[in-house]
């Protein structure tokens, strides 16, 4: 019903910059929290940051201070900027929505009821 389609990953050096967008298309009008969490090799997959509709965020704390995330509810998209990057950033990143909140919104993923993007690989080099 709802498709989430990730842009923007790729290879950039530490130090460097990066912006990470998600469209939702289909059916997203209910949708109320959406994020984006990421997964390193040999590791679980970790919330980044999350958004709901009405604009409260939460990130983890590697990322405070350096990512910023913000979408535009009329355009069913999230965003996520990424600076300062650094080599502990390396992951697939993957957006995550869904019509409810509090589990995407700490770390917990969609409930039964969300939705998964296929994910984009971001990787910064030393």
């Known amino acids: 019903q709802v498709e989430l389609v990730e842009s923007g990953g790729g290879l950039v050096q530490a130090g460097g910059s990066l912006r990470l967008s998600c469209a939702a298309s289909g059916s997203p009008f209910n949708i109320n929290a959406m994020g984006w969490y990421r997964q390193a090799p040999g590791k679980q997959r970790e919330l980044v940051a999350a958004?709901?509709?009405?604009?409260?965020?939460n990130y983890t704390d590697s990322v405070k201070g350096r990512f910023t995330i913000s979408r535009d509810n009329a355009k069913n998209t999230v965003y996520l900027q990424m600076n300062s990057l650094k080599p502990e950033d390396t992951a697939v990143y993957y957006c995550a929505a869904d019509t409810r909140g509090a589990n995407l919104m700490y770390g917990l993923g969609p409930t039964s009821l969300g939705y998964w993007g296929q994910g984009t690989q971001v990787t910064v080099s030393s």
């Open positions: 958004i709901t509709k009405g604009g409260t965020t």
